[in-house]
């Protein structure tokens, strides 16, 4: 049974995973899991860290079924909200339904990917639909790539959410011509950036925080920043865990006012929670 969870907003964390091993994988996958990571777990790490909401974005290894999530987006109603991967094909009636329960967007996770065209007739009528719900869409892909894929998406009028400082290696490069032209796109003010997960771009503390400025000069404010803990860290189990993750953010952001624009304003906005 669903539970009324609606609290005050203490801060979001805006991208963490939840699974089980035994769910039916995606035959394609290029990873699957051999533990569980529950969303009752993913709560208790929020509690802990004194945070209150988050956000779900389903892992690619389970593909376009999303019922482990919507399962604990019912259970958290109002606590949690939802990223799906889906097919673009899907009716509007099965997009309503994701809606109803609390998905906000949709992730294209194009990581060893060919990239298709967006401005295609399939894919306008995909985000003419993502565009009329007032989503997002999240994408994973190396910074290179990200001039390429995200003009057709955002002439569609549909936001966009740029996972783990772009999937960069270490740093954003203001001189490398692939970067600016990524930055550039920024100032559209239509894209919003995920400072999390630094060890995904081969990151310490100090390229993090590197990034973070070169972020904040191209965007020319913080009001496009959110922060994920990228819990359970897949395949960097071993590495991190969400203290480890959490304590980078507090040093990445020591001013208070600034934090909570990135942990509180910010991903409110995007997600549709409500103060």
């Excluded at 390429?148 to 270490?170: F, K, M």
Aim: charged content about 25%; hydrophobic content about 40%.
């Amino acid at each position: 049974m669903a539970t009324n969870l609606t609290q005050p907003i203490l801060g979001i964390d805006t991208h963490a995973h939840i699974f089980r091993s035994d769910l039916p994988m995606a035959e394609n996958r290029r990873y699957a899991p051999e533990y569980n990571a529950l969303a009752s777990s993913f709560i208790d790490n929020l509690d802990a860290h004194q945070l209150s909401h988050g956000v779900l974005v389903q892992p690619s290894f389970l593909g376009t079924d999303n019922r482990f999530m919507l399962d604990a987006l019912h259970k958290y109603a109002g606590r949690l909200k939802g990223i799906a991967v889906v097919d673009p094909s899907i009716s509007d009636a099965d997009l309503d339904m994701l809606d109803s329960s609390g998905v906000v967007g949709v992730r294209f996770n194009l990581i060893n990917k060919q990239l298709e065209d967006y401005s295609s007739p399939r894919w306008r009528a995909f985000l003419s639909k993502i565009q009329q719900r007032n989503w997002a869409i999240e994408i994973q892909r190396g910074i290179e790539d990200l001039s390429q894929i995200l003009p057709s998406i955002l002439a569609a009028g549909v936001e966009v959410i740029v996972d783990h400082y772009g999937r960069t290696t270490r740093k954003i490069d203001p001189n490398n011509k692939q970067h600016t032209e990524f930055l550039a796109l920024l100032k559209s003010n239509a894209i919003w950036t995920k400072i999390s997960a630094p060890y995904r771009c081969h990151a310490s503390l100090s390229d993090a925080e590197k990034m973070l400025e070169v972020l904040r000069e191209a965007y020319g404010h913080s009001d496009r920043l959110l922060w994920g803990s990228d819990w359970p860290h897949t395949q960097f189990e071993q590495q991190t865990n969400y203290s480890a993750q959490y304590e980078i953010l507090t040093r990445l952001l020591p001013d208070t006012e600034e934090r909570n624009k990135v942990l509180i304003h910010n991903p409110a906005s995007r997600f549709r929670f409500q103060f």
